[in-house]
């Protein structure tokens, strides 16, 4: 039993970390967009670009099923959304086997 604890641990942990990718990569995408801070910057570039070949492959097949809605893009918050029903889900399974 502990060993699903610990499993449903790492797997919190990682979806976190992926949450917070998602929240980094939004908020660059906004100051660019804005132009708080220059697109010519180098290092935000280098990230924005490293998080954004990161998140690709699960974004995109969510963009290919939902509908366009323009310049929003809603997929992120499809993807944080899933994540944590997944964890709740997770969660009460690992919950009714203890």
Known sequence: MQGLFVLYEIIEL????FVMLIIVQFVIGLLFAF???????????QIYE??????EPVLRPIRNVMPQTGALDLSPLVVIVVAQ????VLRGVISSVA
């Open 50 to 55: 490293s998080i954004n070949r990161l998140l």
């Open 35 to 45: 132009n708080v801070i220059s697109p010519s910057n180098e290092f935000l570039r």
């Open 85 to 88: 029903i997944v964890l709740i």
């Open 14 to 17: 990682l979806v976190q970390v």
